[in-house]
């Protein structure tokens, strides 16, 4: 059984830089899907980047970190890093990991959602002060 665990989470002030880890342990299939999402109080979890951990590593962004975030693997360490830099007030969140098997996108090209994903770190809070 695969596991996630996060780490890096702390507080920042806006404009600054952060970087959050995902380790995953329990023989992972080689090639997945991997992201990053992040949820608030009252709001469902979106997601913000995700990569395929296979040949080409094909990622997605969402328009609101495109330029900012950036999403990278280690693959003898079954890990996946977020480097977070500008960061700002509204990235403040519980930003989860997460793993599904196979690729980030549809077979219609579209992103795979959050509730396609079935492995689930216990999640890690930034907080992005003014």
């Known amino acids: 059984q695969v596991h996630l665990t996060e780490s890096g989470g702390g507080s920042v002030q806006a404009g600054g830089s952060h970087r959050l880890s995902c380790a995953a342990s329990?023989?992972?299939?080689?090639?997945?899907?991997m992201g990053w999402f992040r949820q608030t109080p009252g709001k469902d979890r979106e997601t913000v980047a995700m990569?395929?951990?296979?040949?080409?590593?094909?990622?997605y962004y969402a328009d609101s970190v495109k330029g900012r975030f950036t999403i990278s693997q280690d693959n003898g360490k079954n890990t996946v890093y977020q480097q977070m830099n500008s960061l700002e007030p509204d990235d403040t969140a519980m930003y989860y990991c997460?793993?599904?098997?196979?690729?980030?996108?549809?077979?219609?090209?579209?992103?795979?959602?959050?509730?396609?994903?079935?492995?689930w770190g216990p999640g890690t809070q930034v907080t992005v002060s003014s």
């Open positions: 997460g793993l599904r098997g196979g690729i980030c996108y549809t077979p219609f090209n579209q992103p795979r959602r959050p509730s396609e994903f079935r492995v």
């Open positions: 329990g023989s992972p299939y080689p090639d997945n899907c």
């Open positions: 990569m395929y951990t296979g040949v080409n590593g094909r990622t």
